[in-house]
């Protein structure tokens, strides 16, 4: 790198068991959003976010774009998808997010559960890695999901860990409305 070259935007990831890792990339874009930054989240385990946040998200249009990726959740439910389908989304997903980095429209980009689909071996360390070394100095990335990888862990600069201390689930009350969708 040479010394005329800006430092790229920064790397956030939000990882860990706990609760609070949307929640966290979510206020990151109302504070973006706030400064008339544009912000792109990307969900690439699709079902995953639920009324509340979606609709929210609506009201900081256009200012604020979801695009979901992915075909669904990985071998749960009503999952009729081969692997292969799922991999090829999670590729695809990540084509979208070359496409939105390069285009240069939004200082903050959320790639929300991408561990998720790391983890569940659809992306791998070399498919993402081009996604984060073309980010600009003015554009940020955040990554939410549980497990995040060493790798992405050692060239990330910020890194929070949700630690599960307490859940209401642990004493059986269920999802609710407002808190968790
Ligand atoms: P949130 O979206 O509330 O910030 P998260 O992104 O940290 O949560 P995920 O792993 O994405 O957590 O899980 C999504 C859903 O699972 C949310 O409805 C959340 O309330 C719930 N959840 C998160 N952490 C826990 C936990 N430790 N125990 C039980 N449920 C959890
Ligand atoms: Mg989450």
């Not at 949700?162 to 859940?167: A, R």
């Amino acid at each position: 790198m040479t010394d005329s070259k800006k430092s790229p935007g920064l790397l956030i990831v939000y990882t860990g068991n706990g609760k609070g890792k949307t929640t966290a990339a979510l206020g990151m874009c109302v504070r973006a959003v706030g400064w008339g930054w544009r912000v792109c989240i990307l969900q690439f385990i699709k079902g995953s976010w639920k009324y509340g946040e979606l609709e929210g998200i609506k009201r900081l249009a256009p200012e604020v774009e979801l695009h979901v990726v992915g075909q669904g959740f990985v071998g749960i439910g009503d999952d009729d998808k081969s692997f292969e389908e799922h991999q090829e989304a999670a590729r695809q997903g990540l084509a979208e997010v070359e496409q939105i980095l390069i285009s240069q429209a939004f200082q903050l980009v959320i790639l929300d559960e991408l561990n998720n689909a790391i983890q569940l071996g659809l992306l791998t360390r070399e498919d993402i890695q081009k996604i984060l070394d073309i980010r600009s100095e003015q554009q940020h990335i955040v990554i939410t999901g549980r497990d995040a990888p060493d790798w992405m862990i050692d060239q990330a600069d910020l890194v929070t860990e949700m630690k599960e201390i307490k859940h209401p689930f642990q004493k059986g009350v269920k999802a609710q409305k407002g808190v968790d969708w």
